[in-house]
C-alpha cells in the first residue's frame, strides 16, 4: 500500500512529468503526421487507379485506413512508454499515452485544416478562413469524441506495451522488450500499408480479381476541360483503362448550355456559335481532344454549362462530367 501511495507522489514530481511530458508531445507530434500521412496521401500513391475498378478493391482500402489509424495510435501510446525505464508505472504510462493521442489529434487535425485551405492554387480569404472556423466549431462535439478516441486508443497501446514486456521477460528485461515491441508495430504498420495494394495489383494482372463495374471508372476525371483563351474550351479525354466497356467506335456526346455540340454537324443543327476542330468532335481514344471556339463558348461573365456522355459496347450511356467552365 505504501509502495502504490509513493509512486502516485512520484507521478506528480518534477523529474517525471517534464520527461513525461516531452516524450509524450514528441510521439504525438510524430505521429500525428505519420496518420496524415498514411491516411490521406498514401493509399493514393499504393492503390492508384485500381481502387476504381473493383467495389471489393475499395472497402478493402476502406478498411485498410481503419487499421492503420488503430495501429498508428496504439504506436503512439507505444513510443513514450518505451523511451522510460520500467517500473510499476502503469499510471504514468496511462497519462503519457492520454497526453499523445490529443497530441496526436490537434496535430492531424491542423494538417488537415491547412491542407484544406491551402492545398489549392486559388487564393485563401478571410471568408475561407471565417468557414473553417466555423465548421471547426459546429462540429465540436465530433471533435471532442474522435479527440478522446484517440487518446484511449494510444493509452491502450502505452499499458498494453508496459504489461506485455513486464509479464512476458520480467522488469530488467523490460527496456529490452519494449523496444522489440516497438520495433514490430513500426513494421506491421508498413506491411498493412503495403502488402493489400501488392496484392490487389497482383490479383488484376493475373485476372484472378474481375472488375465488377467498369463504368465506374469514369465517375472520376477520365476527361479535362481547359479554357484556353476566352473563346475557347478544349476537352481532353486523359487515359481509358484495358478492362473499359466503352465503345471506341462512337465519338462522346457533348453538351453546352443544353446544346449538342459533339461535332461541327450538331453545331451547326442546334445553332450554336461555335466551331469544332476536330470537326468529328472528341473521340473515344486515350488523349484524343478536341476545341469548341466561338461566340457561344465566350466568357463574358457567366460559365458556360459543359456535360459530356460516355458510350459502352452494350448501349449503355453514362454522363461523365457535368459542371460550369
Request: net charge negative; aromatic share 8%.
Amino acid at each position: 500500500m505504501n509502495q502504490n501511495v509513493e509512486n502516485r507522489r512520484q507521478l506528480y514530481t518534477p523529474g517525471i512529468v517534464m520527461p513525461l511530458l516531452r516524450s509524450s508531445l514528441i510521439a504525438g507530434l510524430i505521429c500525428g503526421g505519420l496518420l496524415v500521412f498514411l491516411t490521406s496521401y498514401a493509399p493514393g500513391l499504393c492503390w492508384g487507379d485500381i481502387i476504381l475498378y473493383s467495389r471489393l478493391i475499395e472497402d478493402i482500402s476502406t478498411f485498410q485506413g481503419l487499421m492503420l489509424v488503430i495501429l498508428i495510435l496504439l504506436l503512439t501510446g507505444m513510443f513514450p512508454a518505451a523511451l522510460r525505464r520500467c517500473g510499476d508505472c502503469r499510471a504514468q504510462n496511462v497519462l503519457s499515452g492520454g497526453i499523445s493521442g490529443f497530441m496526436a489529434f490537434f496535430v492531424s487535425c491542423f494538417l488537415v485544416t491547412v491542407t484544406s485551405l491551402f492545398g489549392h492554387r486559388t487564393p485563401v480569404g478571410f471568408q475561407d478562413l471565417l468557414d473553417a472556423i466555423c465548421l471547426l466549431a459546429g462540429n465540436c462535439l465530433i471533435i471532442l469524441a474522435y479527440a478522446l478516441f484517440m487518446a484511449v486508443i494510444a493509452a491502450i497501446g502505452a499499458v498494453s506495451l508496459t504489461f506485455i514486456s513486464v509479464k512476458t521477460t520480467g522488469c530488467k528485461e523490460g527496456d529490452r522488450s519494449s523496444r522489440l515491441i516497438l520495433g514490430s508495430m513500426a513494421v506491421l504498420i508498413v506491411a498493412v500499408t503495403i502488402l493489400p495494394p501488392l496484392c490487389a495489383h497482383a490479383m488484376l494482372d493475373s485476372g484472378a480479381m474481375d472488375v465488377e463495374d467498369p463504368w465506374y471508372f469514369f465517375l472520376e476525371t477520365a476527361v479535362s476541360v481547359e479554357r484556353t483563351a476566352p473563346d475557347t474550351l478544349v476537352i481532353t479525354f486523359d487515359v481509358i483503362p484495358t478492362t473499359s466497356v466503352l465503345d471506341t467506335r462512337m465519338p462522346f456526346s457533348v453538351f453546352m448550355n443544353g446544346a449538342d455540340v459533339s461535332n461541327a454537324s450538331a453545331c451547326a443543327a442546334s445553332d450554336f456559335a461555335a466551331t469544332v476542330e476536330p470537326a468529328g468532335g472528341l473521340t473515344a481514344v486515350e488523349g484524343s481532344q478536341a476545341a469548341w471556339q466561338g461566340a457561344g463558348v465566350m466568357n463574358n461573365g457567366s460559365a458556360v454549362d459543359v456535360a459530356i456522355m460516355v458510350h459502352g459496347k452494350d448501349g449503355t450511356n453514362l454522363v461523365i462530367l457535368n459542371g460550369m467552365y
